[in-house]
């Protein structure tokens, strides 16, 4: 800790690339509407603080009067150094798993997976908390008149105004991506009014020093774990830059005294360059980025933080209605709820949605982890870590569609990654080709099973991450993206042609062992033989191998023998109550949670689309009788899911309902935080994608307009959203039917577009715009 309690008291009383792949597009220069979360009081608690990010480096800022915290992050800061999980064992014990499992032996099959099949260590490195800054004021009081606290989203700015004594004051604080720094103002209206110590606090290893009389410097280790031993150096760095007035610095703070405006320049780095190499310098480069953002000053840093953050941001305009209810705190209206008549809120939601994945995912930085950035400890829930059985999967479900392409780039650079250490893995573990990653990685991007055999042993973590790089090349339909991706996709599908073995009951190729995330079949265990999940995503990732290959002119027999081994896997199978069967056996009604948070098996319902209404009918009436059995109450993420499951079964009212309960107090923190409870960041990203799909859906080579409208949202527009074949897309509303729609197409081509019975082709040259309505009952194109 850089200062003492006592002191505070007193003072309280990716790449270029990827980025040359994405097709340019205009952004919307004028600001929204009701685009603020605020609050009449400061932060009392963690999931009340607002956050900013610039993509690498976030904050939790807390809004006190007398004593202000920013709680800060640096998405390389993770426990442990490089290492290799891989089990030297689990070749020798695969084929006995497997044989137990044909036998039906599933409590001993997990036994002896647990013995000899998992990784070492079981566990994996935590994220962690780089601690906070703390400002405290001098002479202020806890709490003072005419507060207001609130996050810009339009901005990207987190704002308190408030007034005591006399005296108006305002701070401010933005995350620059553009200066990798954050930066926060302290201003008052009346001269030499701001004072105030400030120093941070770590749980950290560190030590603490000043610099040049106005540098306060965080100086540590990252923490050791599960027997890894901590292998970054870490450094933060704070420049106070005072006018007028007094700075003083300590052995380790900084008072400044009487200033009529502080202006604070963050940064925070560690040696992480890889995941094999962890020779970085933070401290010149922290100093570098200092150096750059004090030339700038507040007002270059805001110009071009600014620009930067609306150039993505106001691409997509959103507007479900206005009521009075938009007008109360933020806090007030989550404590109410959208059953209190607020369409406005799930509006806020959503932009919410698209500004945190714009502050936790930006290219050259790290994915978006289980909390996004943001985290205030050392050993958050579930570690922090990349959960790829879905969570990781939904935190960029709405980056295509809602225009935030861009904010993939780390995902791509992870997969990049797993491609390497994954290849380590297959081999030593399978004996195969290719690459596997399981069901969670981390920042040294391990792969190997962990936690114990029912939750860790489910190899298809890198084929659903597969999905993602598909998807990218499909919204933008560039063909450079999909040379540089077809390899990684190549690779984890050369896994499965090695791995897949032949169900004797059936002669199906299956994956064994395996098991459908994290449930229990009630049999003894969750492991098994093709469960329904596996054989969707293998499908899928074979598929997209044979048209990628097919698009590229590369690897025809190859791409032969990917389409024989889809041939042969599992279909889905519908059991004795209409339910698509989560197994190959009819074991869901024996479940040990019929109502388990995990929907595994309706991955080709959403985010697939092998299951839709209009295409399978009959499986997809089987996905809906499993959904009325799962029950729509769960966790945050998991509601997050059934609001697109629900969407695509063309339930807008039933997907609405979903949205009402997970936009309550209940699943919703007062900073719109999604509650698992705890705090999961997939939560708010699956909740923007629903909503997304209720009014658009791009699959099954069609354009659907208004799929899922619910009759809440009697009028309303999104604009700017992207559909498949890259294509932009504007959609109006009024009294519950379509206004208008305007399609832009990027790349030249051919497009079908749906609304309800009524189906519509059109040919589009690049750059070419066309706007639909309806006449007498037609889609039509009218200009």
């Not at 993939?408 to 997969?415: A, G, H, I, N, S």
């Not at 039933?654 to 960041?681: K, S, V, W």
């Not at 009524?758 to 750059?767: F, I, Q, V, W």
Request: aromatic share 8%.
């Amino acid at each position: 800790m850089g200062f003492s309690r006592r002191t505070v008291c007193a003072g309280g009383a990716a790449t270029a690339a990827l980025a040359a792949t994405l097709p340019a597009r205009p952004a919307r220069s004028e600001p929204q509407a009701d685009l603020r979360l605020w609050y009449r009081q400061p932060a009392a608690a963690w999931t009340e603080a607002l956050p900013i990010g610039t993509g690498r480096l976030g904050a939790m800022v807390y809004g006190g009067v007398s004593l202000e915290r920013l709680q800060l992050n640096e998405d390389t800061l993770w426990g442990g150094g490089p290492y290799d999980p891989a089990n030297p064992e689990a070749l020798a014990a695969l084929p006995q798993i497997r044989a137990l499992i044909d036998a039906g032996e599933y409590a001993a099959a997990t036994e002896l997976a647990n013995a000899r099949f998992m990784g070492r260590p079981l566990r994996q490195m935590s994220y962690e908390t780089l601690g906070e800054l703390r400002l405290a004021f001098v002479g202020l009081p806890d709490a003072a008149d005419d507060y207001v606290r609130e996050l810009d989203l339009d901005a990207a700015a987190a704002r308190v105004r408030f007034s005591c004594g006399g005296v108006r004051f305002q701070r401010e604080a933005i995350a620059s991506a553009p200066g990798d720094v954050i930066a926060v103002r302290l201003t008052a209206d009346t001269p030499r009014a701001v004072s105030l110590d400030l120093g941070f606090q770590t749980p950290l290893a560190a030590t603490f020093a000043t610099e040049a009389g106005h540098t306060l410097v965080l100086s540590g280790r990252n923490a050791g774990q599960y027997g890894v031993a901590g292998a970054l150096t870490v450094d933060a760095r704070v420049q106070v830059m005072a006018r007028g007035g007094t700075t003083t610095a300590g052995p380790a703070a900084i008072a400044v005294r009487g200033a009529d405006e502080v202006l604070l320049l963050i940064a925070a780095g560690t040696s992480y360059r890889r995941f094999d190499d962890v020779s970085g310098d933070p401290a010149r480069d922290n100093r570098a980025r200092l150096a750059a953002a004090a030339r700038k000053g507040w007002s270059g840093l805001v110009e071009a933080q600014r620009a930067d953050h609306r150039r993505l941001f106001r691409r997509v305009a959103v507007d479900f209605g206005r009521t009075a209810g938009a007008d109360a705190p933020t806090d007030v209206r989550v404590a109410r709820g959208l059953a209190a008549d607020d369409p406005a809120l799930a509006a806020l939601y959503y932009q919410y949605g698209r500004y945190l994945l714009m502050a936790c995912s930006r290219p050259g930085g790290q994915p978006a982890n289980l909390q996004g950035l943001w985290n205030e400890s050392l050993n958050p829930p579930w570690g922090g870590k990349y959960t790829v059985n879905i969570n990781t999967e939904m935190n960029y479900w709405p980056a295509e569609p809602t225009a935030l392409a861009e904010c993939v780039e780390p995902l791509v650079e992870m997969v990049r990654d797993l491609a390497v250490t994954g290849a380590r893995t297959a081999r030593t573990m399978y004996g195969a080709r290719g690459w596997v990653c399981h069901h969670n990685t981390h920042l040294w991007r391990a792969t190997a099973p962990i936690d114990g055999a029912k939750f860790g042993v489910w190899p298809t973590g890198g084929a659903w991450l597969c999905k993602h790089l598909w998807d990218h090349y499909d919204y933008g339909r560039d063909r450079r993206f999909l040379a540089g991706a077809y390899p990684l996709m190549r690779g984890a599908a050369l896994f499965f042609l090695d791995a897949l073995v032949v169900d004797p009951k059936t002669g199906r190729l299956v994956t064994n062992p395996s098991l459908s995330p994290e449930n229990d079949h009630g049999h003894g265990s969750s492991l098994v033989a093709g469960p329904a999940m596996d054989e969707a995503i293998v499908r899928d990732l074979f598929s997209a191998c044979i048209a990628a290959a097919g698009i590229l002119g590369v690897d025809a027999p190859l791409a032969a023998d990917f389409a024989a081994a889809r041939d042969k896997l599992a279909p889905y199978r519908i059991g004795h109550e209409g339910q698509l069967q989560e197994w190959q056996e009819d074991w869901d009604a024996g479940a040990a949670d019929i109502h388990h948070r995990h929907v595994s098996h309706l991955y080709g319902l959403f985010p697939s689309d092998q299951i839709a209404v209009d295409v399978t009918p009959a499986l997809a009436a089987a996905a809906r009788r499993t959904l009325e059995i799962r029950g729509d109450r769960s966790t945050g993420w998991a509601m997050a899911w059934r609001l697109n499951l629900w969407a695509r079964l063309a339930e807008g009212d039933h997907a609405h309902a979903i949205l009402t309960q997970l936009l309550g107090p209940e699943r919703t923190y007062p900073n719109l935080f999604d509650a698992h409870p705890p705090f999961q960041i997939d939560g708010n990203f699956g909740g923007v994608c629903g909503m997304t799909e209720m009014i658009l859906q791009s699959r099954n080579g069609a354009i659907h307009l208004l799929p899922a409208l619910p009759a809440a949202w009697p009028d309303g527009h999104m604009t700017g959203l992207r559909a498949r074949g890259a294509v932009g897309i504007d959609v109006w509303w009024a009294d519950g039917r379509l206004a208008r729609a305007r399609l832009r197409a990027d790349r030249a081509g051919d497009l079908r577009v749906v609304l309800g019975g009524e189906r519509l082709g059109l040919s589009l040259l690049a750059g070419e715009a066309a706007t639909l309505g309806v006449s007498a009952g037609k889609l039509v194109r009218t200009t």
